[in-house]
């Protein structure tokens, strides 16, 4: 298993209960927003890739057939699980898996989601190939993830200040890289919606438990980023301590062509 | 090794249905389907995922399947009589 993956291991499964109590995953109008767009159908059996807290399967459990719940941290799993089960959600069932090799029969799923994961990811137009293969012919390949500008510097500069903060990081694209992806795997695209949202960088950075001299150094790269870093970035920084940042994602989907 | 039929599965028909290997799913000279899993018991009451065509057994851990190639590889070479207790692998 390759370093990124391990550290991604370690960095959820030190603290699963607090992704599946985390406001920044388990709410948010991405969520309902993926639903409306998807409209998923009752008879539908989904796969939620990178499901963590397990908050995008419990979106969608009560509206399809059965959910497959699949993380590559297995503490995470069981965190989920209980979440979900504690909640009425026994139909959904739960596998460790690793999203760039996904343990299913090709055209298993009317619909893959990964919701703020990819990021994480060694290969994430690996992943894309492997959920267009377990998607039907006509289903739906759905992702949330945070994206940064096409200008590769900017790009560079954002994607060291996130893996500042959390190791486990390993890139981040722009959205027509994303789009280049699904089309690569035989994806059409029929919806991308980016949308932004302002953090404060304390309890961000509190989340990964990031020590004092870490937290400072981030509070730098804003104050510094360049131009086209800080464009995207628009940091707001305060006199005597403390900043916030804009951190984009996007919801994509696509739709597996052919019969 | 105990026939999966006599006992409660640990998993749902239909979720083993669709359930492969990760490695021999890839696999373009083993028919149509290749990466079938069968689901086995052993004499001390756990379950595991072994996939003819790649040799790779997979561990039912808790409930969940653990379908990572490092860990189906792990047992590649491992007879499913002498495999170890689950317990022991993961000492959680």
Known sequence: MSDIKQLTQQQFGQNPQGYVNSPVHASGADLPRLYDLIQPQPGWRMLDVATGGGHTARTFAPHVRCVTAGDLTFDMLRAARGHLHENGLTQIEFVQLDAEALPFEGGSFDLVTCRIAPHHFPDPGHFVQEAARVVRAKGIVAVIDQIVPENRRAARYINAFERLRDPSHAWAYSLPRWERFFQAAGLSVWHREPFERRHQLGPWAARMHCAPDVVLRLRVMLVQAPEKAAAWLQPEVYPHAGASFLIHQAIILGRKTGE | ?92
């Open chain 2, 1 to 92: 090794m105990t026939d999966a039929t006599n006992a409660t599965k640990p998993i749902d028909d239909e979720l083993l249905e669709i359930l492969r290997c990760p490695v021999a799913v890839h696999y373009t000279d083993r028919g149509d389907d290749p990466g079938r899993l069968e689901l086995v018991q052993r004499p001390n009451g756990d379950w595991w995922l072994v996939c003819e065509d790649s040799g790779c057994k997979y561990p039912i851990r808790d409930g969940i399947p653990v379908m990572l190639v490092d860990e189906g590889e792990k047992w590649k070479d491992t007879p499913v009589d002498d495999l170890p207790p689950i317990a022991e692998i993961f000492k959680d």
